[in-house]
């Protein structure tokens, strides 16, 4: 059996950033291209170490660096979770001398974690492939796994032993790896078990007294650790299962608080939870906010409040943990001492992360005294049980507060109201004229940058395809500003950091002042295109260019930049230089210029640059007049704002005038 990965012409399309027919018309066009090793007539396999020498010579990818190169044999070998764990297990087991069939990518990743380290080399690997189709699904962003650890934490001593019953990613388990020494685990999926305990063992906060396990099956079916007590219990458990078990389980002496509705798949991770907890020890549970507030979980719910159980929930914005797309909950539970009762619960929200300090706080004080936490509207209160124990129970954070007002909105509406008739005045100067209208059809003949390239009119550049932590995590030591994707949709200067290390000029140009940014990607939606097409500035200037995207650096003296980026702005020449369905790809190279004299360009160029400017302008008026539209809304029904008294009528001004 071959050693060298393979690759089909799929995989060889991806390295390439082209379509799969680019790679048959390769096959066809160029006797040197590599030989099939594999396969079969109508879906060969090409060897990846062959191809990518092919690709670099004819000039179509840059040198792969070696991390970028061990996630491609990892890709090309079949089962991605199958073979990161075999490499896991290989790093934890100190690197031997690798046998069998992958033996050489066992030895790539041997040579990279001997100058980057095993940790570094498999968080890496591991990112790639929770960010790729392969994965299981997101991961739990740190700032989310931070808090979830804070709370567990809070009032008491280091957790020595935690347990996640459903885990994914390892990610919440991660969050105590520092304090815990006990850390136990169970995923559904068989192939994910190993892969998950790898990552925590080689994490680099990881100590060699950390005991790792993380066993394989359904826990509500399956439980692995039956018996055991933990300190703290985590985990962001399935959601809306209708087959959890209902029928089979119903005499479990798991469901202390009662036996959970076939809908309630959720209240039994719940007690599953509170089973596996010591007297006094502390439960957090990422839970859908319809739990909160469902019919059927209704006594479950009454019962966990009247016994002490539920001691929290913390409402969460929208895009705090997978699924990214709905607004959780938190849910704080203690396993009964017995002894005093507690008397209220704590509600609090979070409309960013921002607000997590003040919630780790309200907490804090709700567990000295619950009585005497001074509500913040909107923000935290406790609610005394008896409030709560009615029909409905309702335990959703936003019935339980109070409205949030806003004490200074006068002095806020004021100032919005200035700045934006400080804008309305400056627009007018910026409405553009109307041009001249040209008789007939243009005259003019387009090339495609493609064309423009080889004569040095521009020169085109593409980031890599993955840039490290892709601004998601501040990097250790020196970094350099990158410019991404997003700040190009929210037209702001670079946001994110890229490590100065990784900082290459062949994986991640520089940018300088007049160069044009485009993305790769065009959207379903077309309007965004033109507002992504960006001329870098000086708040561009020295920044690295992000992934997903193209940087064109015309020839200041051939080819004007304001003339360039105005014609890529048409979304239509965007979409057929692309390929893709929903998601189009676009190749840059196909986009056709108008071949015009400088001052021609000069003059489009300049009428472009006016037009976005007053675009810019005429958004930026219309969402201050949204606000103060808001604002005043907001400060008249809260009763903060009073509206000025009407002009007397007719009728009044008569009996001033008869007064004596």
């Known amino acids: 059996m071959p050693t060298s990965p393979q690759v089909t012409a799929a995989e060889i399309a991806r390295i390439a950033g082209v379509g799969r027919a680019a790679v048959s018309n390769w096959r066809r066009r160029f006797d040197d291209f590599p030989r099939p090793v594999g396969g079969s007539d109508a879906s060969p396999t090409f060897a990846l170490s062959q191809v990518e020498g092919w690709l670099r010579a004819q000039g179509k990818i840059a040198e792969v660096a070696p991390e970028e190169h061990l996630w491609r044999m990892v890709a090309a070998s079949g089962d991605i979770p199958e073979r990161l764990a075999d490499i896991g297990d290989h790093l934890l087991a100190g690197s031997p001398a690798p046998v069998g069939p992958h033996a050489a990518l066992l030895r790539a990743a041997t040579d990279l974690a001997g100058s980057r380290g095993a940790p570094a080399v498999f968080a890496d690997l591991y990112t790639r492939f929770a960010e790729s189709a392969a994965g299981p699904g997101g991961v739990t962003p740190p700032a989310t796994v931070a808090l979830i650890a804070e709370l567990a934490g809070v009032g008491r001593e280091s957790a020595t032993s935690v347990l996640n019953p459903a885990t994914t990613h390892g990610d919440l388990l991660l969050g105590f790896v520092r304090t815990a020494r006990t850390l136990r685990g169970q995923t559904e999926a068989p192939a994910l078990a190993r892969l998950v305990r790898a990552r925590i063992a080689l994490h680099p906060d990881a100590g060699p007294d950390t005991d790792v396990a993380v066993a394989e099956d359904d826990a509500l079916r399956a439980d692995a650790w039956p018996g055991e007590l933990f300190d703290t219990v985590v985990g962001n458990p399935p959601f809306n299962d209708r087959n959890w078990g209902h029928d089979e389980l119903a005499y479990d002496p798991r469901w202390e608080y009662g036996l959970p509705a076939r809908t309630e798949s959720e ?30 979980g209704r006594r479950i719910r009454a019962e966990l409040l009247r016994r002490g159980a539920l001691r929290a929930v913390i409402a969460l914005p929208a895009g705090a943990a997978p699924p990214f797309g709905v607004a959780l909950h938190l849910w704080l539970l203690e396993r009964p001492t017995g002894a005093l009762m507690p008397s209220h619960v704590l509600f609090a929200a979070l409309e960013d992360a921002a607000e997590a300090r003040a919630a780790v706080g309200a907490w804090r004080e709700f567990g000295t005294d619950p009585g005497a936490l001074v509500e913040v509207p909107g923000r935290h209160r406790a609610v005394p049980l008896i409030e709560l124990l009615d029909d409905n129970v309702d335990l959703t954070p936003a019935h339980n507060l109070p409205e949030r007002t806003d004490l200074n909105v006068a002095e806020r509406v004021h100032d919005t109201r200035e700045r934006l008739l400080a804008r309305l005045t400056r627009l007018p100067a ?35 395809s993955r840039s490290g932590r892709g601004g998601r995590e501040t990097p250790t030591g020196p970094t350099v500003p990158m410019l991404t994707t997003t700040d190009l949709a929210a037209a702001v200067p ?117 037009l976005r400017a007053f675009v810019a302008e005429l958004r930026a008026t219309a969402a201050l007049g949204e606000e103060l539209g808001r604002g005043l809304l907001e400060g008249l029904t809260a009763g903060l704002l009073s509206p000025p008294d009407p002009p007397p009528g007719p009728e009044t001004r008569r009996r001033v005038a008869d007064a004596p």
């Open 494 to 610: 670079p946001s994110a950091r890229l490590a100065a290390a990784e900082a290459d000029e062949a994986q991640h140009p520089r940018i300088r002042a007049g160069d044009v940014i485009v993305p790769t990607l065009l959207g379903s939606g077309e309007s965004g295109w033109a507002d992504a097409v960006r001329v870098a500035g000086a708040a561009e200037q020295g920044a690295v260019l992000g992934p997903n995207l193209h940087l064109l650096r015309p020839d200041p003296a051939t080819l004007d930049p304001w003339f360039l980026a105005g014609f890529l702005t048409d979304p239509a020449h965007a979409k057929r230089a692309g390929y893709g369905s929903s998601i189009v790809r676009v190749d840059v190279r196909r986009i056709e210029i108008p071949l015009l004299p400088p001052a021609r360009q000069r003059a489009y160029g300049e009428t472009f640059r006016a």
């Open 267 to 296: 209240l039994a991770w719940v007690q599953h939870a509170l089973a596996h907890t010591r007297v006094g020890g502390r439960v957090v549970l990422l839970m859908p906010p319809a739990v909160a507030a469902r019919g059927s």
């Open 430 to 464: 910026l409405v553009p004229p109307v041009p001249d209208a040209d008789t007939g059809t243009p005259t003019w003949r387009s090339v495609a940058l493609a064309d423009l390239a080889r004569t040095g009119a521009v020169t085109l550049y593409r980031s890599a």
